[in-house]
């Protein structure tokens, strides 16, 4: 059963406290992204990689990090340098070789105690 | 240059109504337009996409419009379901994949 997983689904976080959120997919796409939402705002990119061992800063990436060592794996840490974490975060993959369309994980739903 | 202006914000129309999403953009370098579906506490799911050289495409009651020329397109969805209630995005991207979104338009079909 191909897809996007994101864990976990909720997450809590005291203030100061860095948080990581997993995201892994199976579809052997190379390039990862991962967008925060928040009400009335649309998707905002964060960070993406379209290979293993690299990856790009989007419009928000200031308290943010990511890493990808693995093709299926792109975590995001959001650190206690985000000034406001509490937010929707979405992770997409795509195949950027047939230009095919980004395809979305579940979510995880992070807020900050 | 890079932003994508979607509206309404909220749209409500009655079971078997039309219902018209608009987005426009401004860079000329874009040449995929997508749009996504959105359930509330769910990902996104692509509903249709279009590129340039189309002026329409129709995948059921879904049916994308593109105006080149005034860079707008358009999503309408033709006998409104209940079901279809969801918010819905537009959104662009050139080669490099990357998308730019509307801010979301939410759509309530009333029965």
């Known amino acids: 059963d191909g897809g996007i997983t994101q864990s976990p689904k909720y997450l809590f976080r005291k203030e100061g406290q860095n948080v990581t959120l997993s995201c892994e997919q199976n579809?052997?796409?190379?390039?990862m992204y991962w967008y925060r939402q928040d009400p009335g705002q649309g998707l905002r990119l964060i960070y993406y990689?379209?290979?293993?061992?690299?990856?790009q800063k989007g419009d928000i990436a200031e308290g943010y990090s990511v890493s990808r060592e693995k093709k299926e794996s792109f975590p995001l840490t959001v650190t206690s340098a985000q000034k406001n974490p509490t937010a929707f975060y979405l992770c997409?993959?795509?195949?950027?070789?047939?230009?095919?369309?980004?395809?979305f994980g579940p979510g995880t739903r992070l807020t900050v105690l | 240059q890079q932003q994508v202006k979607q509206s309404p914000q909220s749209l409500i129309v009655q079971k078997g109504g039309i219902s018209i999403i608009n987005c426009a953009y401004e860079?000329?370098?874009?040449?995929?337009f997508p749009w996504y579906q959105q359930f509330p506490g769910k990902g996104p799911a692509l509903l249709i996409a279009?590129?340039?050289?189309?002026s329409e495409k129709k995948e059921g009651r879904f049916t994308i419009s593109f105006n080149k020329s005034a860079k707008q397109f358009s999503l309408h969805i033709m006998d409104s379901q209940p079901g279809d209630s969801a918010t819905y995005f537009c959104a662009a991207s050139e080669n490099t994949g990357k998308l730019i979104f509307g801010q979301g338009t939410t759509l309530q079909v009333k029965p």
């Open positions: 279009i590129r340039p050289d189309v």
């Open positions: 579809l052997n796409h190379d390039a």
């Open positions: 997409a993959s795509r195949d950027s070789t047939a230009r095919k369309e980004q395809f």
């Open positions: 860079n000329t370098a874009f040449d995929y």
């Open positions: 990689s379209q290979i293993v061992n690299d990856f």
